[in-house]
């Protein structure tokens, strides 16, 4: 008995004394997390695989986990409505998109008008949904227009002031292991400067292909590699495409103008394959959820590659 006591003991001191317990909302965020808290802790993430955080309402286990986090980190409102009001109370949370400097860049004014009129014969409820600033009615085109993008893991370049900013709030929260969260830092900018090279070669064909994405999401990615796509099906992906946007892209697929069109596995509309019938479009599936893989230190830039690929794959 006494000897278990002892090696209980020992076993007790070898583990990390208390190090912080971070919850981040969507998954592509917990991998960067995890790249600062390799070898300490395990980032949580709150939205199941291939859930969207446009149309996500927390249950009570969900509240529970929020309010026993260490630090949450979320990327705010104009994404996840749904933590305004848990977070509410909160004083250890993380809201990205107000990390001072972050080069963050808004919706198209002239696309989301064409959009609000194509939606303006659908259902109107806003379930939350980033790209919304509140009350609409049929004649509002403004709701979407010039709106933050919120989707910053997108963006290679914003991951480095990501990853500082939870650096910055972990130390404070966990002095002990202030040194070891500055070391994965230096270590996840190193890895991703090297992956981004890589991928930035990977895109160079892709540049020249013509090809529209299922929602608007890939704006820090296309910005940052020099990519553009010719046009999604749908601003925000609980919202139908409008058969305005359905005519138009079936066009641009008959007169050649893009080769592809990316699904996303969350929403697998039947109506991408029907546009693109016959049209001699390949469609390709794009995940920026990182729904296959695991949260882990390497996760993020296992991301970028299957991102890199996903892209590669129009050519
Ligand atoms: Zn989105």
Redesign the pocket.
């Known amino acids: 008995m006494k000897r278990l006591f002892l090696s209980l003991m020992l076993l007790g001191s070898a583990l990390p004394a208390s190090a912080a317990e971070v919850l981040t909302t969507i998954k592509p965020i917990g991998f960067i997390a995890a790249a600062i808290t390799r070898d300490i802790s395990t980032p949580e993430v709150l939205l199941p695989s291939g859930a969207?955080?446009?149309d996500f309402a927390l249950r009570p286990s969900d509240i529970r986990r929020i309010e026993s986090a260490d630090l949450v980190v979320w990327v705010g409102p104009d994404l996840e409505q749904f933590m305004v009001k848990p977070l509410a109370g909160k004083s250890n949370t993380l809201t990205l998109l107000d990390i001072p400097g972050l080069p963050l860049h808004r919706f198209s004014e002239e696309d989301s008008h064409e959009h609000d009129h194509d939606h303006d014969a659908g259902a109107h409820e806003a379930h939350g949904h980033?790209h919304d600033d509140g009350d609409h009615d049929e004649h509002d085109h403004d709701h979407h227009a010039g709106g933050i993008d919120?989707?910053i893991w997108l963006g290679p370049n914003l991951a480095v002031p990501i990853a500082k900013a939870i650096v910055e709030r972990l130390s404070a929260i966990d002095p002990a292991n202030q040194a070891r969260y500055q070391a994965n830092l230096a270590r996840f900018e190193q890895e991703l400067a090297l992956k981004d090279k890589q991928v930035a070669s990977m895109m160079e064909p892709v540049k020249k292909q013509g090809y529209f994405v299922f929602?608007?999401?890939y704006g820090y990615w296309e910005r940052h590699y020099g990519m553009q796509a010719k046009g999604h099906f749908t601003v925000?992906?609980e919202r139908r495409p409008g058969a305005k946007t359905l005519v138009a892209i079936r066009k641009a697929l008959e007169e050649q103008q893009a080769r592809c069109v990316f699904a996303e596995p969350q929403f697998k509309p039947d109506v991408i394959e029907s546009v693109a019938r016959n049209t001699g479009a390949k469609v390709l599936i794009q995940d920026?959820t990182g729904g296959d893989l695991a949260v882990g230190p390497d996760a993020y830039i296992q991301w970028m590659d299957n991102m890199a690929k996903g892209f590669a794959a129009c050519q």
């Open positions: 969207s955080p446009h980033d919120p989707h929602h608007e999401a925000s992906p920026e």
